[in-house]
């Protein structure tokens, strides 16, 4: 069949992960504590062994993408993230959300690297950017429709969204079968030796690209540190809204219409936000040092949202960091992302965002934990303090690329590789 516009591709596939993703996450939480009850320990090792998974598969599957096929990468991660989820939602034990979030670990190990890298293959590095603040807004748009959509099913049963979040996966599978393009890959260079011999010889030319560039391994330390930080805060947030406060007597909700509703508010003005920037962003993204000084400013302050969340004494306090933090995070995510994907050679893109992403599971498998068991001997007001803090300290990376010479994005080719092995 004739494929479409990658692009256009891209947009599709991003509304519809926000449409599986905003009914499940909508929900999941709640599902976790009242129907698996899991505690606030469980429910960060849930995370951790998610992210031990990444770390497993990460760079594997990153080298596979760079030495067969990126779009093969991708498809084969939306199948097996269907199947994940719906295993997750037909079983409400411990253990099975336990093993379910290791088959969505190897699925977004498919997804992470290969992704990004087949959209600057088609679109061109110089105009990733403005494709990822145009999906963004389409992800939140959908993502508000969405948030109804599970809510109306987690009234009926709550697994019910977490079943439909793993159709949805599956039908686009089938749709990145028929419609996803891959006219711009190049694979690494491969010769008669083997596919074991081929993907090592793409893993040392990517690992060669990262020694060789300080700003990228700055922006690897950058992502274990915002793993470490995020893991506890995604895990945590809506265990500290059931248990510390109490929520608004208004239409008699029950708590899942609420964080139905927060999350709804948080789509509007995540989009709000970057409509109102959309120009600026999208040239921000094509200039390191601007996008340097905008992450510090986003970085700074959505740590300090964090920490009012954390202190806040008040319901609507509450909500209203969260709502800062997320529009702090609309702004930041496309720009961190573009800067990334443009300072990587094309040749091994995949593997190096996929040593991107092991970083950051890295962080999270190791920082999650420690916020969890925090959250259980001192409360959940305390494991987010801490992470408000794991959340600054990634500030310094990028204080480190405004230094002269240190943003600049790199055109350089893969470094050959030594001649005696």
């Known amino acids: 069949m004739k494929k479409l516009d990658a692009g256009l591709v891209y947009i599709v596939l991003s509304a519809m992960i926000a449409l599986a993703s905003g009914a499940m996450f909508t929900v ?6 009242t129907t698996v009850g899991l505690n606030p320990l469980q429910l960060v090792l849930v995370g951790t062994v998610l992210e031990a998974t990444i770390l497993l598969f990460e760079v594997p599957t990153g080298v596979v993408a760079d030495t067969y096929s990126r779009r093969l ?25 336990l093993a379910a979030e290791v088959v969505r670990g190897v699925g977004e190990t ?47 049963h709550l697994n019910w969204a977490v079943l439909f979040g793993g ?9 990145l079968v028929l419609w996803m393009p891959e006219t711009g890959f190049t694979p690494v260079e491969r010769q008669a030796r083997g596919p ?40 945590l947030w809506e265990a500290h809204l059931l248990t510390n406060f109490v929520f608004p007597s208004v239409g008699n909700f029950q708590p899942v219409v609420w964080f139905g509703i927060l999350n709804f508010a ?10 109102l920037f959309q120009s600026r962003l999208e040239a921000v ?12 400013v986003t970085k700074v302050l959505a740590s300090l949202a964090v920490l009012a969340f954390a202190l806040a004494g008040q319901f609507w306090l509450a909500v209203a960091a969260l709502l800062v933090r997320g529009a702090l995070m609309a702004i930041g995510g496309p720009i961190h992302r573009a800067w990334l994907v443009q300072t990587i050679p094309a040749p091994v893109r995949a593997t190096v965002l996929s040593m991107n ?37 990634e500030v310094p990376v990028y204080l480190r690329a405004l230094l002269p010479g240190r943003s600049a994005v790199t055109d350089s080719p893969v470094p050959a590789e030594p001649a005696a092995q």
Do not use: C, K
């Open 196 to 235: 074991l011999a081929d993907m090592a010889h793409t893993l040392r030319a990517g690992s060669r690209v990262v020694r060789g560039h300080s700003l990228l391994v700055a922006l690897l330390v950058g992502s274990a540190v915002w793993g470490a930080a995020s893991e506890g805060f995604d895990r």
């Open 357 to 393: 992403g092991l970083t950051n599971a890295f962080g999270q498998t190791a920082g999650g934990p420690g916020v969890g068991a925090l959250g259980n001997t001192r409360g959940l007001p305390a494991a987010l303090v801490a992470a408000s803090v794991l959340f600054l300290l």
């Open 73 to 97: 990468s991708v498809t084969i991660g939306m199948f097996i993230l269907g199947a994940a989820w719906l295993l997750e939602g037909s079983i409400p034990l411990f253990i099975a959300i």
């Open 28 to 33: 999941l939480s709640v599902y976790y504590v």
């Open 266 to 275: 948080a789509s509007l003005v995540g989009l709000g936000v970057t409509r």
């Open 167 to 175: 159709l949805v996966y599956l039908l686009l599978g089938v749709f």
């Open 285 to 296: 993204t094509q200039q390191p040092h601007r996008a340097a000084r905008w992450l510090v």
């Open 110 to 156: 498919f997804l992470s690297g290969a992704l990004d890298a087949w959209l600057a293959d088609e679109v061109g590095e110089a105009n990733v950017g403005a494709v990822y603040v145009r999906s963004g807004q389409v992800e939140r748009l959908v993502g508000m429709a969405a948030i109804g959509v599970g809510t109306g099913l987690a009234t009926l």
